[in-house]
């Protein structure tokens, strides 16, 4: 315990706390009947950021969240990667010279966490036990209704919509708006097309609902 308990570590063992505390809510809202996952999911996906600023977090998320696992989960895994990095920079540097201030332990964390984020959520979106009978194919979502949950949608960086399958099983879908079309945060969609995991989106005609 000695050589992990050592000085600028304190932001790595905060992730740590906090990936527990998350954990702990995650139980207790399942015990409860509910799921603090997708209450998140869904309270971003209509309430989410609007114009520029949503442009940018749309590719960013869209980018780090290739594969679309729910946003918890996405902290967890980003949260945990971090404090793993951070903790073998900061033995490596004391090892070397002593440890590293946290000013530069931080943000070299933050660096090498980033694409490993990427890679576990598309490899844990894989792995996640899905019933065989509701396995559908990229072409079953063609036509489905959804919310879009990181926008705006428009012909630039791909977004996110939330949508249900015909088995009730919500999926994030990376998205784009089909030519013609920029579509704000928490609007309805239907999905027109879709290739090689993408896929583009119109608005959804009044009176239509999700399903």
């Given at each position: 315990?000695?050589?992990?308990?050592?000085?600028?570590?304190?932001?790595?063992?905060?992730?740590?706390?906090?990936?527990?505390?998350?954990?702990?809510?995650?139980?207790?809202?399942?015990?409860?009947?509910?799921?603090?996952?997708?209450?998140?999911?869904?309270?971003?996906?209509?309430?989410?950021?609007?114009?520029?600023?949503?442009?940018?977090?749309?590719?960013?998320?869209?980018?780090?969240?290739?594969?679309?696992?729910?946003?918890?989960?996405?902290?967890?895994?980003?949260?945990?990667?971090?404090?793993?990095?951070?903790?073998?920079?900061?033995?490596?540097?004391?090892?070397l010279a002593g440890p590293l201030p946290i000013t530069a332990a931080v943000p070299a964390a933050l660096v090498?966490?980033?694409?490993?984020?990427?890679?576990?959520?598309?490899?844990?979106?894989?792995?996640?036990?899905?019933?065989?009978?509701?396995?559908?194919?990229?072409?079953?979502?063609?036509?489905?209704?959804?919310?879009?949950?990181?926008?705006?949608?428009?012909?630039?960086?791909?977004?996110?919509?939330?949508?249900?399958?015909?088995?009730?099983?919500?999926?994030?879908?990376?998205?784009?708006?089909?030519?013609?079309?920029?579509?704000?945060?928490?609007?309805?969609?239907?999905?027109?097309?879709?290739?090689?995991?993408?896929?583009?989106?119109?608005?959804?005609?009044?009176?239509?609902?999700?399903?």
């Amino acid at each position: 315990m000695g050589s992990i308990l050592q000085p600028g570590t304190g932001p790595f063992w905060l992730a740590l706390m906090i990936v527990v505390g998350l954990g702990l809510v995650e139980l207790v809202s399942v015990l409860l009947g509910a799921s603090a996952s997708g209450i998140l999911d869904d309270g971003l996906g209509h309430h989410g950021p609007d114009g520029h600023e949503a442009g940018l977090l749309g590719g960013w998320m869209s980018w780090l969240n290739a594969g679309g696992v729910p946003i918890l989960v996405l902290a967890v895994i980003l949260l945990s990667a971090f404090a793993v990095f951070g903790f073998a920079v900061q033995s490596l540097a004391t090892r070397l010279a002593g440890p590293l201030p946290i000013t530069a332990a931080v943000p070299a964390a933050l660096v090498a966490a980033v694409p490993v984020t990427r890679w576990l959520s598309r490899g844990i979106a894989r792995i996640i036990p899905r019933d065989e009978t509701a396995a559908i194919s990229q072409v079953d979502f063609i036509g489905l209704v959804g919310t879009v949950s990181i926008g705006p949608l428009d012909q630039g960086n791909p977004g996110s919509v939330r949508v249900k399958d015909r088995h009730d099983n919500i999926h994030v879908l990376r998205a784009t708006a089909a030519p013609g079309h920029v579509i704000e945060t928490g609007r309805l969609v239907v999905i027109v097309d879709g290739s090689d995991g993408l896929f583009q989106a119109i608005p959804a005609p009044p009176g239509l609902q999700q399903g």
